[in-house]
T-cell receptor
Framework: DQQVKQNSPSLSVQEGRISILNCDYTNSMFDYFLWYKKYPAEGPTFLISISSIKDKNEDGRFTVFLNKSAKHLSLHIVPSQPGDSAVYFC????????????FGKGITLSVRP | DVKVTQSSRYLVKRTGEKVFLECVQDMDHENMFWYRQDPGLGLRLIYFSYDVKMKEKGDIPEGYSVSREKKERFSLILESASTNQTSMYLCATGEGNQPQHFGDGTRLSIL
């Protein structure tokens, strides 16, 4: 049973516009959420995270929004750049002594020049 | 910067072979993880370790084992490789609830 869902496999946006990547989760024990970015032939790199005590976290062009009641989070990239073209993974964790992430299937973002 | 080094970027092995994938980290992290990435399936956790000589099964441990004799090294072992284990294998390390850091992966092909 998939606990972290990224239902859209791909997204294409024009350079300069907003990219919105969505993620849903089912496990109520998850209280920490992360986004990773992955280029081909490289490992995933951490992008941004949010704790369940917040509903928004911003870092430069990247903002993550969390709606706990809907068990939904989204990553906004504004403005989108061609270098943002990559696979984006949503991940969730239950904070405690140690981390054990559950990942979604990923979404491929293409930013058109 | 955390450095997670996976011993091979590309590896080709034959069905039935015993395969070792090595991962070394230089940040003294307690936690180490092995994932595989497959198209349409995302990252799936195979095994993880929170301490030396400690190991826990992840979501898809069948056909794999691991070894952690030293804190900095975490090895993934395919006991008898099969074609359905052709995949991208990713090692990660972390401390507490801090974000995990990943290596660049090993693309393993089983013929």
């Amino acid at each position: 049973d998939q606990q972290v869902k990224q239902n859209s496999p791909s997204l294409s946006v024009q350079e300069g516009r907003i990219s919105i990547l969505n993620c849903d989760y089912t496990n109520s024990m998850f209280d920490y959420f992360l986004w990773y970015k992955k280029y081909p032939a490289e490992g995933p790199t951490f992008l941004i995270s949010i704790s369940s005590i917040k509903d928004k976290n911003e870092d430069g062009r990247f903002t993550v929004f969390l709606n706990k009641s809907a068990k939904h989070l989204s990553l906004h990239i504004v403005p989108s750049q061609p270098g943002d073209s990559a696979v984006y993974f949503c991940a969730a964790d239950s904070t405690g002594a140690n981390s054990k992430l559950t990942f979604g299937k990923g979404i491929t973002l293409s930013v058109r020049p | 910067d955390v450095k997670v080094t996976q011993s091979s970027r590309y590896l080709v092995k034959r069905t039935g072979e015993k395969v070792f994938l090595e991962c070394v980290q230089d940040m003294d992290h307690e936690n180490m993880f092995w994932y595989r990435q497959d198209p349409g399936l995302g990252l799936r956790l195979i095994y993880f370790s929170y301490d030396v000589k400690m190991k826990e099964k992840g979501d898809i441990p069948e056909g794999y084992s691991v070894s952690r004799e030293k804190k900095e090294r975490f090895s993934l072992i395919l006991e008898s490789a099969s074609t359905n284990q052709t995949s991208m294998y990713l090692c990660a390390t972390g401390e507490g609830n801090q974000p995990q850091h990943f290596g660049d992966g090993t693309r393993l092909s089983i013929l």
